[in-house]
């Protein structure tokens, strides 16, 4: 009789245990999904402030030229007061670890000073695809400039732009 019931349970555990294992499987890939799932809304709002930019009544093109040990660098800015700001940038310089990008926005006027408005890092090619806000109380953008700072950002640039434009 004891053998008569060992056999399903034998049957019984190993269906249970590649049920566990099925499981665990799709459990996993539910978080690979969800990863997914979430990296794809946040491109798709990226994307969608990019055209909203590009589409805006106020916008304008800035041409930025790479500069010192960037003579390579080249990149465009599309600037939105209403919208934001738009910024695809080539040819940068490898950076250290310890060392970002960060954007700047300049107003007008000859007094003006350059306001920060993010740190950001390239892809192993060298390019920069961002888009971002404008930062708060900026009005009128006369140019845009990008330098090597440490990680973290700087309040005052620390080196002359790698890449830098002015508006027209």
């Known amino acids: 009789l004891s053998r008569m019931f060992a056999q399903p349970t034998q049957v019984l555990r190993t269906e249970l245990l590649a049920t566990r294992d099925s499981v665990a499987a799709m459990a996993q890939r539910i978080e690979v999904l969800r990863t997914q799932l979430m990296t794809t809304r946040t491109e798709a709002a990226r994307l969608a402030n ?19 040990s960037a003579p390579q660098a080249t990149g465009r800015a599309f600037v939105s007061q209403a919208t934001g700001l738009v910024l695809r940038a080539v040819h940068l310089p490898k950076l250290a670890s310890n060392r970002t990008y960060q954007l700047w926005v300049c107003p007008p006027g000859p007094a003006a000073t350059p306001i920060r408005a993010g740190v950001f890092g390239p892809d192993a090619s060298g390019s920069l695809d961002l888009t971002i ?8 953008v006369r140019a845009v400039a990008l330098t090597e700072e440490p990680t973290g950002g700087s309040v005052k640039a620390t080196t002359a732009p790698l890449l830098i434009g002015a508006t027209n």
């Open 133 to 140: 806000p404008l930062p708060p109380g900026v009005q009128v």
């Open 50 to 68: 990019a055209v909203n930019v590009l589409r805006s009544g106020d916008m304008i093109r800035v041409d930025l030229r790479g500069q010192g």
